[in-house]
């Protein structure tokens, strides 16, 4: 298969489990490649994701590593052999790689989460508001960087997967831009907050407490648990962090936050009424 210039975070992340899969049987790369028949360069290009792997040769890989996770197994052929070429990339090379990978990882996960602190998250974002935050950044985008960021922004938000999402109260009380845009941004909310495969929860500022309130993140649910992915957002572009010992934090963290949040229903009680206040 060619060399990959810039691989995909989804092909890094198919990389990164033939990896571990690898070192958990205790081999190493020069005998995983002798198994194969494959020379030393060639794992190493598969295991950092240069390189692509057939099907054939990734359950080879599988029964060398003694996997006997079948449905793990697939899941990885799965990755490997998907030649999906999405909507994003219209955008390759007119947007950072980041953006990319986020909408990629969007389209392949079962279901999202996220936990907003500061901003509506942007897939309930207004074109105002996501306007807004976008002209906010520094150094400044030119009108061309900043249209193109919130058409990107509008196609994320054609989605049907579940998706649940759990903002504080400072969100939804920070005018990023004017009341008119914030009062927009409510109604927005109140209507996405119907729909049936969405779920809206508010963190009232009343809690007492709760220092977990303070992180963001987007939690992305893998065609298996041990292939889900976290997301934070960094100055220079997105972290994806798939670990199993952190993804365990991330989960217990999660049910912990929507735990103390409102009920949907006093959730759009509140929108509504923050709404009235503009």
Do not use: C, K, N
């Given at each position: 298969m060619p060399t990959r210039r810039e691989p995909t975070a989804r092909q890094l992340r198919l990389a990164t489990e033939l990896r571990k899969l690898r070192e958990a049987a205790g081999l190493t790369a020069r005998q995983a490649a002798a198994m194969l028949g494959v020379s030393n360069v060639q794992i190493s290009q598969i295991e950092s994701g240069l390189s692509g792997v057939s099907e054939q040769r990734l359950r080879r890989l599988a029964s060398h590593y003694a996997c006997t996770d079948e449905e793990f197994v697939d899941a990885l052929v799965a990755m490997a052999t998907d030649r999906t070429r999405g909507w994003w990339e219209e955008y390759r090379g007119r947007l950072p790689t980041s953006f990319l990978d986020l909408s990629e990882l969007e389209h392949h996960a079962r279901f999202l989460r996220h936990v907003a602190i500061l901003y509506?998250?942007?897939?309930?974002?207004t074109e105002d508001y996501s306007r807004a935050v976008f002209s906010s950044r520094l150094p400044e985008l030119t009108a061309e960087e900043l249209e193109l960021r919130i058409e990107h922004r509008k196609a994320r938000q054609?989605?049907?997967?579940?998706?649940?999402?759990?903002?504080?109260?400072?969100?939804?009380?920070?005018?990023?831009?004017?009341r008119a845009t914030s009062r927009a941004q409510l109604t927005r909310l109140l209507e996405l907050s119907e729909a049936p495969h969405i779920t809206l929860r508010v963190i009232p500022f009343e809690l007492d407490g709760f220092?977990?309130?303070?992180?963001?993140?987007?939690?992305?649910?893998?065609?298996?648990?041990?292939?889900?992915t976290v997301v934070r957002d960094a100055l220079h572009g997105s972290h994806f962090i798939d670990s199993e010992a952190q993804l365990n934090t991330y989960r217990t963290s999660f049910r912990k936050v929507e735990g103390v949040s409102l009920d949907p229903g006093r959730t759009r009680d509140l929108v509504h009424a923050l709404a009235k206040e503009l």
């Open positions: 509506v998250p942007g897939l309930m974002q054609q989605f049907d997967l579940p998706y649940e999402a759990v903002i504080h109260e400072a969100a939804l009380r920070i005018r990023v831009s004017d220092a977990l309130a303070s992180s963001t993140m987007t939690y992305a649910g893998g065609s298996l648990p041990r292939l889900d």
